[in-house]
């Protein structure tokens, strides 16, 4: 359609589509690590021979991992918009991306979380306890600080899944840099700005798992 | 924190045990247990055991896999309750108290020793030790001293930043036996401290455990199934099938 990319124009439209972009994934990146933590820790404790065993709490948590977890997040958006309208009001807009973004991501934090606690030696679990440590002391002071490196990997894992989310939903006019990139970019036939735009996409990326690999080198020999 | 300051001992090396003269501070009975019966389903793991402990003595609890050793160690120590018998601390009834009431007595009163040390490999060896103080209430900075002190004494000086996994298995135990005092615990109570160990390693881990646990005035019950091992004790109980079948004083 045009050839000639008017980057005056686009510009600062691509300043607010990388804003929102932030916007949303910073806001649902901290509630996918408050409550996919305490979802995956709970998940742990709760496990058949840990020390909160409890079988209905841990098949129903286990139950709701497994099944958010698989659904296509184009498809999780629309099915959770009766959810996200009575949440925020709305089904379309910025606010709107907000709780598919953070349940889907909480769900898939919790399942790294929980991996990352059945990997300890349960051993150290059970020499706390011997101690006299209380459960919300083997909580903060044996399996967090054990499994520090590999969680600070999980959440850059979470953090780039989630940039990849916030993609998808420029679907419900969240706006965003993917979004971006498909009304000035695709839909106009400009490969200059899908390229731009995917470009910085890559070094937002990689910016958060270099950032992500040297926070965890650092948590793995203080 | 409510206990006495640490006494380091500045004993030389040796890796035999120390002679048989050897004074004992004893200090009136540290812990008392009469009749202790204990089972799991079908197995009987302890049909009535009776044991005394003095403050400053050692007492090997010995015998063959499965002849209720940690058992017994974990009823002593409150991690199980026994189904019959009495346990006292001091003169108090310890055994069947509440869940919460037992785990602050052993974070108080106890200290322990396990086979593979199980200390945290995420944090330096000085942090091992300090947790248990730490989970008394000394704020990070006391227990943290309390711990390069602990160190210093059990000959592990300049190891403080060194991680489970960059210590020897020697190193690693002596850490775990500094983790174990650090609370100034009435009890100590070791099961196989040494199994993970060589012959000349686990003696040199016997000697400081033993040492350090009599200076300070503790009581100590070590599980093992090694003779060698039990003979740095005060005296010693032979167990099968969930009986003492023998008791000796060694010293
Ligand atoms: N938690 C448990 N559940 C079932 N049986 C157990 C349990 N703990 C110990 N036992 C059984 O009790 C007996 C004594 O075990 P234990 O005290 O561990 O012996 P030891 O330490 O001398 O090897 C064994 O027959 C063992 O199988
Ligand atoms: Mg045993």
């Known amino acids: 359609m045009n050839n000639e990319t008017d980057w005056d124009y686009l510009v600062p439209l691509l300043q607010k589509a990388f804003g929102e972009t932030l916007w949303m994934v910073s806001i649902s990146l901290l509630i996918a690590g408050v409550a996919g933590l305490a979802l995956g820790l709970a998940v742990y404790v709760t496990r058949r021979g840990n020390f909160l065993e409890n079988r209905i709490v841990f098949t129903v948590l286990n139950l709701l991992i497994n099944t958010i977890r698989p659904i296509p997040f184009i498809i999780f958006v629309f099915a959770v918009g009766p959810l996200t309208m009575a949440l925020v009001g709305r089904t379309i807009g910025i606010e709107a991306a907000i709780p598919p973004m953070a349940i889907m991501a909480a769900v898939a934090f919790a399942r790294l979380v929980e991996q990352n606690l059945v990997a300890l030696d349960p051993g150290v679990v059970e020499a706390a306890r011997a101690m006299g440590a209380s459960r919300w002391r083997i909580v903060w002071s044996v399996l967090i600080p054990e499994a520090l490196g590999p969680l600070i990997l999980a959440f850059t894992f979470l953090t780039i899944a989630v940039i990849d989310m916030s993609a998808v939903v420029g679907m419900i006019g969240a706006g965003g840099l993917g979004d971006f990139a498909i009304r000035h970019g695709y839909q106009r036939f400009n490969w200059e700005v899908v390229w731009a735009t995917v470009a910085i996409i890559i070094v937002l990326v990689q910016l958060v798992q270099v950032l992500g690999n040297a926070l965890a080198r650092k948590a793995l020999r203080r | ?251």
């Not at chain 2, 711990?147 to 210590?167: C, D, K, T, V």
């Not at chain 2, 005092?181 to 100590?188: D, N, Q």
């Not at chain 2, 060589?198 to 003696?203: E, I, K, P, V, Y």
């Open chain 2, 1 to 251: 924190m409510d206990h006495a300051p640490i006494t380091p001992t500045t004993t030389p090396r040796s890796t035999t045990p120390p002679p048989v003269s050897a004074p004992p501070a004893t200090a009136g009975p540290a812990m008392t247990a009469r009749g202790l019966a204990k089972r799991f389903g079908t197995t009987t793991a302890l049909a009535g055991v009776d044991v005394d402990l003095d403050g400053g003595r050692s007492l090997a609890v010995m015998g063959p896999s499965g002849s209720g050793k940690s058992t017994l160690l974990h009823c002593l120590a409150g991690i199980l309750v026994p189904d019959a018998g009495t346990v006292t601390l001091r003169g108090r009834e310890v055994g069947t108290l509440g869940e919460r009431e037992r785990s602050l007595l052993r974070r108080r009163h106890y200290g322990f020793v396990f086979q593979f040390g199980q200390l945290l490999s995420e944090l330096p060896a000085i942090e091992n030790i300090a947790l248990p103080s730490m989970l008394l209430g000394a704020n990070r900075r006391q227990a943290t001293e309390l711990a390069a002190q602990w160190m210093h004494s059990l000959g592990l000086a300049g190891m403080e930043q060194r991680r489970p996994g960059e210590l020897s298995g020697g190193q690693a135990q002596r850490v775990a036996v500094a983790r174990a005092l650090i609370t100034g615990p009435a009890v100590v109570f070791a099961d196989e401290p040494t199994g993970a160990l060589d012959q000349a390693t686990g003696a040199e881990v016997m000697r400081v455990l033993t040492e350090t646990t009599r200076a300070a005035g503790a009581a100590l019950v070590v599980v093992t199934h090694d003779a060698t091992v039990a003979g740095w004790c005060d005296e010693s109980i032979e167990m099968r099938d969930g009986t003492v079948v023998d008791r000796g004083v060694l010293r």
